[in-house]
């Protein structure tokens, strides 16, 4: 199964910009999966954010993060990305890469945190008003 592994998670102010990767460390080529990120804040569920295609043909956001947050992949590297511009401090969360299960097609179920799966350990993103 591959690994998922998030960086880039930080401290960042009201406006301010920041940069996630998804790096794949082992096991099955991630560049075979449709890929998402989610999100979680404090007492709150887990939150979609983004997904990309496998061949990122398509992408999708949710209306939160729509023309703030831009989803890419580099496939040669088995990595994903979020950048993350214009940030508010609604954004702070616990930052989750995760690929699609095998035999889910791209459509609006990749909202579901259940079409994914495996997951990354998350990454802290604080962003201070």
């Known amino acids: 199964q591959v690994q998922l592994v998030e960086s880039g998670g930080g401290l960042v102010q009201t406006g301010g910009s920041l940069t996630l990767s998804c790096a794949a460390a082992?096991?099955?080529?991630?560049?075979?999966?449709?890929m998402g990120w989610f999100r979680q804040a404090p007492g709150k569920d887990r939150e979609f954010v983004s997904a990309?295609?496998?061949?990122?043909?398509?992408?999708y956001y949710s209306d939160a993060v729509k023309g703030r947050f831009t989803i890419s992949r580099d496939n040669a590297k088995g990595t994903l990305y979020l950048q993350m511009n214009s940030l508010k401090p609604e954004d702070t969360a616990v930052y989750f890469c995760?690929?699609?299960?095998?035999?889910?097609?791209?459509?609006?179920?990749?909202?579901?945190?259940?079409?994914?799966?495996?997951w990354g350990q998350g990454t802290q993103v604080t962003v201070s008003s």
């Open positions: 082992s096991g099955r080529t991630a560049s075979a999966y449709h």
């Open positions: 990309i295609s496998r061949n990122a043909q398509f992408t």
């Open positions: 995760a690929a699609v299960r095998a035999g889910i097609a791209w459509g609006t179920s990749l909202q579901l945190s259940p079409a994914y799966d495996p």
